[in-house]
């Protein structure tokens, strides 16, 4: 069965620190793999990530994949308290639907 | 189990057609958001209902109507449907409306042709 992990599944740290989510992943035909921030309404999409190796950044954050060992890790550097989040991980299957497979998050909070 | 299950997982319609997608989920969650996912992969919330009564009704146009019967089903009803509405559309659900916490469906690929 398709199956998506992360972990930890909750994390508190404070501001300043680093932080490293992890994302792995059991999926038939992987297509894509996503991260997104979900804070209110609608979670934020993050990264996307098709290629083993390389790393995509954006501010603070960063993402790599691992097709072989299959995972992602998402890192967080310098955290705010506005990194406080549930941090969601979905893996696109290929295929006609492209159904996401999503796992359950890492709630993280980060205390000043 | 599937926590929050969709059905159908792919839909290919025709222009003008009306069509339903149902959600349900078995988590004994209150609150349930429909969302649309564009080609950029963002996630933009639709609507969101807290024991059966609707609390989000984003900017949708009003060929959009969502349905619960119960607080396990918030189905997506779409009339007159255009060629713009072609999209994955995800149900989720959470505990309360707070909800930051949410557990989503695998969506539901729409293409109308």
């Known amino acids: 069965e398709d199956k998506v992990v992360q972990s930890p599944l909750s994390l508190v740290v404070h501001e300043g620190d680093t932080v490293t989510l992890n994302c792995s992943y059991e999926?038939?035909?992987?297509?894509?793999l996503l991260w997104y921030k979900q804070e209110k309404k609608a979670p934020t999409f993050l990264f996307m990530l098709?290629?083993s190796g390389i790393e995509k950044k954006s501010g603070r954050l960063s993402s790599i994949l691992d097709k072989k060992e299959l995972f992602s890790i998402l890192n967080i550097t310098a955290t705010q308290t506005g990194d406080s989040a549930i941090y969601l991980c979905?893996?696109?299957?290929?295929?006609?639907?492209?159904?996401?497979?999503w796992g359950l998050g890492t709630s993280l909070a980060v205390n000043p | 189990d599937t926590a929050v299950s969709q059905t159908p997982k792919y839909l290919v319609t025709q222009m003008g057609n009306d069509k339903s997608i149902k959600c349900e989920q078995n988590?004994?969650?209150?609150?349930m958001y429909w969302y649309k996912q564009d080609s950029k992969k963002f996630l933009k919330i639709m609507f969101s209902?807290?024991?059966?009564?609707?609390?989000i009704n984003e900017t949708v146009p009003n060929r959009f109507s969502p349905k619960s019967p119960d607080k396990a089903h918030l189905n997506l009803h779409i009339n007159s449907l255009e060629l713009g509405d072609s999209a994955v559309y995800f149900c989720?659900?959470?505990?309360?409306?707070?909800?930051?916490?949410?557990?989503f469906g695998q969506g539901t690929r729409l293409t109308v042709v």
């Open positions: 988590l004994g969650h209150d609150t």
């Open positions: 989720a659900s959470s505990q309360d409306y707070r909800g930051r916490r949410a557990f």
């Open positions: 209902y807290n024991n059966k009564e609707l609390i």
């Open positions: 098709t290629s």
């Open positions: 979905a893996v696109e299957e290929g295929g006609n639907n492209r159904k996401l497979i």
């Open positions: 999926v038939t035909n992987f297509r894509s």
